[in-house]
């Protein structure tokens, strides 16, 4: 029961986390008479540091081998002997997809369909690469012994950062789909504990590796683009 409360604050927590940068303000972009617009703030130093601190959270419950861990785990085993869904495999990329199939329905996000899909492939990039290497370096055992590599869950990361990804397209238009897109990737990262897959360090890790990729992402784009666009179109040169 203990477990079972934890992890439903840890769904609200995590759920509630993609209005951490959002304010409301009258009109905006598909805004309608007397309704207020979210608008999800620019990306700045301050976007970092609650994934940052996720990371740290799963780092220390791993490494210090706490009892959280095991604790966590055996009463999900506990509560679903011989559970297996493959669910997991469908709902890390359902927040990533909804991006591209509301823009495709004629919702219009944030971003064009085509601009949208350079900060997904850049935060995929980076994330990806860095669950690989850490996965590498980093041997943690899977509660079930499987593999040595259980550290970051993956599944967790790819669920996280579809969801911050969901909110940056459409958390502007209502902070419902930032919660549905928060939602399905704490319920990704419960299964892959509840698939006897990882610990919680893993996930919780996972989760802090997923929002950091995308929030780099739409931090580091614009950059890219911007220095791009000075080299195409040099400032002119004033001759006398």
């Known amino acids: 029961m203990k477990t079972f409360i934890f992890l439903c604050c840890l769904v609200a927590a995590l759920a509630g986390r993609g209005g951490e940068f959002c304010v409301d303000i009258p009109g905006g972009m598909d805004s309608i008479p007397g309704k207020r617009n979210n608008v999800v703030r620019p990306i700045d130093a301050r976007s970092f540091i609650f994934p940052g601190a996720l990371i740290g959270a799963g780092a220390l419950l791993t490494f210090t081998k706490s009892d959280l861990d095991s604790l966590v785990q055996s009463e999900i085993q506990e509560a679903l002997p011989g559970f297996h869904s493959g669910v997991d495999n469908i709902l890390m990329v359902a927040p990533a997809v909804a991006v591209f199939g509301l823009n495709a329905a004629g919702v219009r996000g944030k971003h064009s369909i085509m601009r949208a899909a350079e900060y997904y492939i850049v935060a995929l990039l980076v994330s990806v690469g860095t669950s690989e290497i850490m996965k590498e370096v980093i041997h943690v055992q899977r509660p079930d012994g499987s593999n040595d590599q259980s550290f970051p869950s993956g599944h967790t990361i790819n669920a996280f950062m579809g969801a911050e990804f969901l909110h940056q397209e459409y958390g502007h238009r209502s902070g419902w789909y930032t919660a549905a897109g928060y939602t399905t990737a704490t319920a990704t990262g419960f299964l892959r504990m509840a698939n006897n897959k990882h610990w919680l360090g893993d996930v919780i890790a996972g989760a802090g590796i997923g929002i950091l990729s995308t929030r780099f ?20 040169v004033l001759k006398f």
């Open 217 to 236: 992402s739409y931090w580091l784009v614009p950059r890219i683009n911007k220095a791009i666009r000075k080299e195409n179109h040099p400032a002119p």
